[in-house]
């Protein structure tokens, strides 16, 4: 199957850090990207994981554990700007032509 | 930074209408796409396009919705008899595939599509 599950929601306070996990179940997968999402806008690309480890970019890190299907999304030093959806997609196959999107976890900056 | 544009960024109409929404992708990407994205919902991919044919489509992607590069720039999807159910945001999406880069997707800010 192609599941890809994320939390709905989450919560967090203006400087603080969160973590936005992603699980699939899936064989023929060949890279995960997140993706940042506004309220009515397109989907702007964050990071993309094909091998296992942490990928740092900023106040945002990506990490990849393959053999357990498993990434998070690490927001460090939160802004009242980072409140949007996150949306975590995987590659199948060996085409790098379809992406398969999780339903996004819409996250609530408070001050 | 260079950007996908769509148009309109609105479309409303009645059902059975046909409607083609345009894109222009970015001008050296190779593949084109449309995921779409009802309102809540998770974005869903509908097809894919490379050397001037699709090369994978969704479920979704029935024999009323179709793709088109008609000239060195745009890239359209019409809908031919438009269903309730299509009303969604339309996202086309280009990618630079092939060149080494990070195979990511730019997408364009999407066409709201509404059927009456």
């Known amino acids: 199957g192609q599941n890809i599950d994320q939390p709905t929601e989450m919560t967090a306070t203006e400087g603080a850090i969160v973590q936005i996990n992603c699980t699939y179940q899936t064989s023929g997968f060949n890279g995960l990207f997140w993706y940042q999402q506004h309220a009515g806008e397109a989907p702007t690309f964050l990071s993309y994981?094909?091998?296992?480890g942490l990928e740092e970019k900023g106040r945002f890190s990506s990490f990849l554990s393959r053999s357990k299907g498993y990434s998070y999304l690490l927001l460090k030093e939160l802004q009242m700007k980072d409140s949007a959806s996150y949306l975590c997609a995987v590659i199948f196959g060996t085409g790098f032509q379809k992406l398969v999107f999780g339903t996004g976890t819409r996250l609530l900056v408070s001050p | 930074e260079p950007e996908v544009t769509q148009t309109p960024s609105h479309q409303v109409t009645q059902m059975g209408q046909e409607v083609i929404l345009r894109c222009v992708p970015i001008s050296n990407h190779l593949y084109f796409y449309w995921y779409r994205q009802i309102l809540g919902q998770k974005v869903e991919f509908l097809v894919s396009f490379y050397n001037n044919e699709i090369s994978e489509k969704s479920e979704i992607f029935d024999d009323q919705f179709s793709v088109e590069r008609p000239d060195g720039s745009n890239f359209t999807l019409k809908i031919r008899s438009t269903k309730l159910e299509d009303s969604a945001m339309y996202f086309c999406?280009?990618?630079?595939?092939?060149?080494?880069?990070?195979?990511?997707?730019?997408f364009g800010s999407g066409t709201q599509l509404s059927v009456l």
């Open positions: 994981n094909v091998l296992d």
């Open positions: 999406a280009s990618s630079d595939y092939g060149t080494g880069v990070t195979e990511k997707l730019f």
